[in-house]
């Protein structure tokens, strides 16, 4: 499992990839599972995962952690 730490607006963002474990009871659109983006005790979601997220620069992450819910 892949994990990166990115800054946004100065906090310090972890992110990795979850898999359900059990998938037909996932939420609508995350049955392959998503990304989970945590801050303290802040937690959100991406769906789906994109492709080579791990590769992606901070401000791309950025991005998505503002589109996430």
């Known amino acids: 499992m892949a994990l990166r730490v990115f800054v946004a607006d100065g906090k310090s963002w972890s992110v990795w990839e979850t898999i359900p474990r059990r998938p037909l009871m996932?939420?609508?659109?995350?049955?392959?599972?998503?990304?989970?983006f945590m801050v303290g005790h802040?937690?959100?979601r991406y769906a789906p995962v994109p492709d080579g997220w791990q590769d992606w620069s901070d401000d791309r992450l950025r991005v998505l952690l503002r589109e996430a819910k």
């Open 26 to 36: 996932a939420r609508e659109g995350r049955a392959e599972g998503w990304l989970t």
């Open 42 to 44: 802040v937690k959100r």
